[in-house]
């Protein structure tokens, strides 16, 4: 409790305790004398903090220097880092500047081909719903996109936290555009009122949970709860998922879900009360990032196995989908790469080359699309590849492309 007597606020500006913009101090930011500041990393428990002591210069304005990577395995990138470390001359520190705006940038047009992935859906159902068609929203997966819908706010959750604005407008455009799909379907009967008041409650309380720690007016205790309940849920539905794709091959059963509630349960439980070792803390406290980024993993998995079982179906794919979902994940990737997150560069680039790509060969390969379609997508991809690549390693100063590479999966 404060002083006021009201409960601390979630505050993800420790993170980043002088961030103005990327890459300048203010002097009313900085002190004239030794400090010692703790930073958090992706929970608040006291074993997740490191001490930074250093005597910090002062002036009226300080331009931040080009500042290495600390070494830092792939496996802990949902924690926020201190990017950068090091110092070097003013021309590297504009350079990585220019580079760290881009591919914001680059990040938020991702926002067009997601929204026309699922304009097409939505109009689709506006107009069956105004023809009094309501049977054909019958066919609408609302269980599949409930799914998807509970890996965005995970994921929302997971960039509030990394205090990625671009990204976390991606992922609030899946929530919002999933959650009208859900309405058009409850107005035509198609999803039961229950589920769709239970899921409207939680995407509203997503939505304000996260914008609210994203502005630091979030209790610390209301937030606790938020990512318990985002660790269960992705936990308990990721392996439930994982075996239903491969029904009837194995029988259709619910265990693995049931099984994996109870161990989320349990293993969130023992976190809160201190019973967990700090590597048992830590785990806990990155399963819903990694949960809901192996949800999405698993979506090219789980129509790739299709394509295999019913090779007849391929054509039925919709091209222009594939090339939107390549173009969408493959412009987040360099700002994955740039900000060293293993995790979110894993998820977009597995998208990009088992959903997008992947699709767009099994399609070439049933005549599902043309020659050139296929050339000028293939030349495309690898071409934004190597270049996002090479400007990375280009804003960091590095003398090979693959440092970047390097540095993302082990530090520097």
């Avoid at 420790?14 to 002097?27: L, N």
């Avoid at 002036?59 to 949902?78: F, I, K, M, N």
């Avoid at 998208?351 to 293939?378: H, K, M, W």
Wanted: proline share 7%; with cysteine; charged share 10%.
């Amino acid at each position: 409790m404060t002083m006021a007597g009201k409960p601390p606020l979630a505050s993800n500006r420790a993170t980043d305790p002088f961030r103005r913009d990327p890459f300048v101090f203010s002097s009313a930011s900085i002190p004239s004398k030794p400090i010692s500041l703790f930073f958090p990393l992706n929970n608040p428990n006291p074993q997740n903090f490191f001490c930074l002591k250093q005597a910090l210069p002062f002036s009226s304005r300080l331009t931040l220097p080009h500042r290495r990577l600390s070494p830092v395995s792939a496996s802990e990138s949902d924690v926020p880092q201190s990017h950068h470390q090091g110092s070097e001359t003013l021309r590297d520190s504009k350079r990585l500047e220019e580079w760290s705006s881009l591919t914001a940038k680059f990040s938020a047009a991702a926002n067009i081909p997601f929204m026309l992935l699922q304009l097409p859906q939505i109009i689709l159902n506006a107009r069956n719903l105004l023809s009094g068609n309501e049977t054909a929203l019958l066919a609408v997966p609302w269980l599949g996109m409930l799914t998807g819908l509970l890996g965005n706010l995970a994921l929302l959750s997971y960039f509030a936290k990394k205090r990625e604005k671009e990204a976390m407008l991606i992922q609030t455009l899946g929530v919002v555009t999933t959650y009208i799909v859900f309405a058009q379907l409850a107005i035509a009967g198609a999803m039961p009122l229950p589920y769709f008041a239970a899921t409207s409650a939680v995407v509203a309380s997503g939505l304000v949970i996260n914008f609210m720690s994203f502005f630091n007016v979030l209790p610390v205790l209301i937030l606790k709860f938020w990512e318990d309940f985002i660790t269960v849920g992705g936990f308990s539905v990721l392996p439930q998922v994982m075996w239903s794709t491969f029904v009837p091959f194995i029988p259709n059963s619910i265990l693995p879900g049931i099984i994996a509630l109870v161990a989320a349960l349990l293993a969130v439980a023992l976190a809160r009360t201190g019973k967990l070792p700090e590597k048992g803390v830590k785990f806990v406290g990155a399963l819903s990032g990694w949960t809901a980024t192996l949800l999405f993993m698993w979506m090219p998995v789980s129509q790739l196995w299709t394509n295999y079982l019913n090779p007849e179906n391929i054509k039925g794919l919709s091209a222009l989908t594939m090339l939107l979902a390549l173009i969408g994940n493959g412009l987040t990737l360099p700002r994955a790469l740039f900000i060293r997150d293993f995790m979110w560069f894993l998820g977009s680039s597995w998208a990009v080359l088992f959903y997008g790509y992947a699709n767009i060969v099994c399609l070439y390969c049933c005549s599902g699309v043309s020659r050139e379609f296929f050339i000028a997508a293939t030349a495309g991809l690898f071409s934004w590849i190597g270049f996002f690549i090479w400007r990375d390693s280009e804003a960091y100063g590095f003398q090979s492309p693959l440092m970047s590479i390097k540095e993302l999966l082990f530090g520097s």
